[in-house]
């Protein structure tokens, strides 16, 4: 059983599509919380993209605030609306009446002991008040798949990638937990191009999902790092470890977060040469890109047979 938490997002689109567009996954539902735009938009987004979808699950508003700091959004990169400038007038898939902090905690409760993969592609938020209302809930996490954090430089500040920057102290409630973690960093997913030529594969596919995907993922990016290359769709990366892990690797490392007010307010303080403190999240940092990429592909095409 996985449950996803989102903010989208342009790559949480990709990101949600691909993980409903897989077969034989069983999804129990999709949380939202305040992150790349403000929780109305994220949760309006999420059932958009739903209605699009090969099936649909139940979608669950969460946090609007992050625990410690103001709310810091990302749309200089994700647009006004999150979705590159996509606004959905209307949408079909209800938003459930439960707060997605209550549903994990329901969920979680009436799961066998590490039997659940919580897949986090925005601030960790909601799974930091699960942990503070119910820290014995742990024990029900097989594993926490999350994008967020970088190994080097971030991509709000220096220091730090967004998903953490956005909530540190709920980073650190999180990697402070007993559960196993799977950290992709921004410096892995960075690698994972979605260029132009995939961008068209995916438009002869003809469903509505890929209908949708394929201009977000034809995109230009004006950044000089990734011009004329592609399109890094970091939150798909959590998803593809989620359902191919064959096609990553990584080192056992000690990850700390910074929740200072200073500089280095968000960065994961990762351990990767291994100076003797305890490991508590395999870091990726190697990506089978050509095998994920084709993988991608084929997926989002079988969900229209």
Same mark, same amino acid.
Request: charged residues 20%; contains cysteine.
């Given at each position: 059983?996985?449950?996803?938490? +989102?903010?989208?997002?342009?790559?949480?689109?990709?990101?949600?599509?691909?993980?409903?567009?897989?077969?034989?996954?069983?999804?129990?539902?999709?949380?939202?919380?305040?992150?790349?735009?403000?929780? @109305?938009?994220?949760?309006?987004?999420?059932?958009?993209?739903?209605?699009?979808?090969?099936?649909?699950?139940?979608?669950?508003?969460?946090?609007?605030?992050?625990?410690?700091?103001? @709310?810091?959004?990302?749309?200089?990169?994700?647009?006004?609306?999150?979705?590159?400038?996509?606004?959905?007038?209307?949408?079909?898939? &209800?938003?459930?009446?439960?707060?997605?902090?209550?549903?994990?905690?329901?969920?979680?409760?009436?799961?066998?002991?590490?039997?659940?993969?919580?897949?986090? *592609?925005?601030?960790? $938020?909601?799974?930091?008040?699960?942990?503070?209302?119910? &820290?014995?809930?742990?024990?029900?996490?097989?594993?926490?798949?999350?994008?967020?954090?970088?190994?080097?430089?971030?991509?709000?500040?220096?220091?730090?990638?967004?998903?953490?920057?956005?909530?540190?102290?709920?980073?650190?409630?999180?990697?402070?937990?007993?559960?196993?973690?799977?950290?992709?960093?921004?410096?892995?997913?960075?690698?994972?191009?979605?260029?132009?030529?995939?961008?068209?594969?995916?438009?002869?596919?003809?469903?509505?999902?890929?209908?949708?995907?394929?201009?977000?993922?034809?995109?230009?990016?004006? @950044? &000089?790092?990734?011009?004329?290359?592609?399109? &890094?769709?970091?939150?798909?990366?959590? *998803?593809?470890? +989620?359902?191919?892990?064959?096609?990553?690797?990584?080192?056992?490392?000690?990850?700390?977060?910074? +929740?200072?007010?200073?500089?280095?307010?968000?960065?994961?303080?990762?351990?990767?040469?291994?100076?003797?403190?305890?490991?508590?999240?395999?870091?990726?940092?190697?990506?089978?890109?050509?095998?994920?990429? $084709?993988?991608? @592909?084929?997926?989002?095409?079988?969900?229209?047979?």
């Amino acid at each position: 059983m996985i449950i996803l938490d +989102c903010d989208p997002g342009l790559d949480d689109a990709v990101a949600i599509m691909l993980l409903l567009s897989a077969p034989g996954i069983e999804v129990a539902g999709i949380t939202t919380a305040a992150g790349n735009v403000e929780l @109305h938009q994220t949760q309006w987004n999420t059932r958009g993209i739903l209605d699009r979808a090969p099936r649909r699950v139940p979608v669950y508003a969460g946090c609007p605030r992050p625990l410690a700091v103001p @709310h810091v959004h990302a749309k200089h990169i994700h647009g006004d609306t999150g979705i590159a400038g996509v606004r959905f007038e209307a949408v079909e898939t &209800p938003l459930e009446k439960e707060h997605a902090v209550d549903f994990l905690i329901r969920t979680l409760s009436s799961a066998p002991e590490r039997s659940v993969t919580l897949c986090f *592609v925005g601030p960790l $938020t909601n799974l930091a008040v699960v942990l503070v209302k119910a &820290p014995e809930l742990a024990q029900k996490v097989e594993r926490l798949v999350l994008m967020g954090g970088a190994i080097g430089l971030g991509n709000t500040t220096p220091a730090a990638e967004y998903n953490i920057y956005a909530d540190p102290h709920a980073a650190r409630v999180v990697f402070e937990a007993d559960f196993e973690r799977v950290v992709l960093p921004l410096d892995t997913t960075s690698t994972v191009l979605v260029d132009t030529a995939l961008a068209a594969r995916v438009a002869k596919i003809g469903t509505p999902g890929a209908d949708f995907l394929a201009p977000l993922l034809a995109l230009p990016v004006a @950044h &000089p790092r990734f011009a004329g290359k592609g399109r &890094p769709m970091h939150d798909m990366c959590a *998803v593809g470890y +989620c359902l191919w892990p064959e096609l990553f690797s990584g080192r056992q490392c000690n990850v700390t977060i910074d +929740c200072s007010e200073g500089p280095s307010r968000g960065r994961t303080i990762i351990d990767y040469w291994g100076n003797k403190r305890e490991p508590n999240a395999l870091v990726i940092d190697q990506v089978d890109i050509e095998g994920f990429l $084709t993988r991608f @592909h084929d997926t989002l095409a079988k969900a229209a047979s």
